[in-house]
């Protein structure tokens, strides 16, 4: 079976310890639903930058990452629908981009 990277955009930095709780709770509970299938939970990461041919940007480009995960499962298909639980997406506050990782 394939895997998966689901790589995160947006979502909102919890402003109180009350809302992290609610929050962490949230993404323990939707990795909880996919079980077996989360090979490599990931992190959120931090600012970053763009690399190009003209140099380098601070910004982070467009719609810049904000963490990622790693997931298997039988279907780019059955991938996307796990996504549609992740609690960004859900408060629509974020997106998720899922894209199957090639082994070589």
């Known amino acids: ?11 909102k930095t919890p402003e109180t310890p009350e809302e992290r709780a609610e929050v962490m709770a949230a993404w323990q509970a939707w990795f909880g639903a996919m079980g077996d299938a ?14 190009s041919a003209a140099g380098v940007a ?10 990622y995960t790693v997931v298997r499962a ?19 506050n974020g997106t998720v981009e899922v894209a199957e990782i090639i082994e070589m």
């Open 1 to 11: 079976m394939p895997d998966f990277i689901f790589a995160y955009h947006g979502g």
């Open 38 to 51: 989360v090979v490599i939970p990931g992190n959120p990461v931090g600012q970053s930058k763009t690399v």
């Open 58 to 67: 601070d910004d982070g480009g467009a719609n810049p990452l904000s963490g």
């Open 74 to 92: 039988a279907s780019i298909g059955a991938a996307a629908d796990m996504a549609k639980g992740c609690p960004m997406v859900v408060s629509g």
